[in-house]
């Protein structure tokens, strides 16, 4: 079982840049891949980031193709966290992001994911 906690939302302008952490407790974290989502008002809950690591094929990241050149994942196994760096944001970024996790390996669909944080409000003033 992994309890997941997400921080760092809040409200930027457009082209500005966030920074989310989440927090992972409760498992061991290196055999988990982590993801974010995101889900903006009447919208379907969407794929945005994942990163997986094990020590034969080191670190895999894949994302949606929205946040491509933008946003950055990446995760630090000694502090149990995992990030998403957002640059340039856009309005159309605004949403709630969540983490989750799932065993070993990386996925993009949300039912792939058994583990979800509470969600952290992103807004992108334009």
């Known amino acids: 079982q992994v309890r997941l906690v997400e921080s760092g939302g809040g409200l930027v302008q457009a082209g500005g840049s966030l920074r989310l952490s989440c927090a992972a407790s409760?498992?061991?974290?290196?055999?988990?891949?982590l993801g974010w989502f995101r889900q903006a008002p009447g919208k379907e809950r969407e794929f945005v980031a994942a990163i997986s690591w094990n020590s034969w094929t080191g670190t895999r990241t894949i994302y949606a193709d929205s946040v491509k050149g933008r946003f950055t994942i990446s995760r630090d196994n000694a502090k149990i966290t995992v990030y998403l760096q957002m640059n340039s944001l856009r309005p159309e970024d605004t949403a709630v992001y969540y983490c989750?996790?799932?065993?070993?390996?990386?996925?993009?669909?949300?039912?792939?994911?058994?583990?979800w944080g509470q969600g952290t409000q992103v807004t992108v003033s334009s």
């Open positions: 409760g498992d061991t974290f290196s055999n988990y891949a």
């Open positions: 989750a996790g799932r065993p070993f390996t990386i996925a993009t669909m949300t039912s792939d994911y058994p583990y």
